[in-house]
Nanobody, 127 residues
Framework: QVQLVESGGGLVQAGGSLRLSCAAS????????MGWFRQAPGKEREFVAH?????????YYADSVKGRFTISRDNAKNTVYLQMNSLKPEDTANYYC???????????????????WGQGTQVTVSS
């Protein structure tokens, strides 16, 4: 099992940047696929980005963030990052880190695929 703790959220003006971090416990971090989701008030939690390391550190992004966000991981530090550039007001949400153990055939964009979740970090983008 793994415990996840997000950090790095805050208030930023439109066009600015933030880097979120997700620190994971345990000694088998590399066996987990990792994802970022976000949830705005009154809306469903939605997929943002995903990274898997056992097939060569492949990454996947929601269309709404392609070209602006970058997900990465540092297995030596047990940490996943989400670099967010060119932020827009519509990016405002609570951002969650999530994980599932090495497995094939899961839908990486579905929140139901993930077994472990952090408590979230708030990102607010002003106009």
């Amino acid at each position: 099992q793994v415990q996840l703790v997000e950090s790095g959220g805050g208030l930023v003006q439109a066009g600015g940047s933030l880097r979120l971090s997700c620190a994971a416990s345990g000694r088998t971090f590399s066996r987990y696929a990792m994802g970022w989701f976000r949830q705005a008030p009154g809306k469903e939690r939605e997929f943002v980005a995903h990274i898997v390391d056992w097939i060569g550190s492949s990454t996947y992004y929601a269309d709404s963030v392609k070209g602006r966000f970058t997900i990465s991981r540092d297995n030596a530090k047990n940490t996943v990052y989400l670099q967010m550039n060119s932020l827009k007001p519509e990016d405002t949400a609570n951002y969650y880190c999530a994980a599932y153990e090495r497995s094939y055939g899961r839908a990486y964009y579905s929140k139901g695929s993930y077994d472990y979740w952090g408590q979230g970090t708030q990102v607010t983008v002003s106009s």
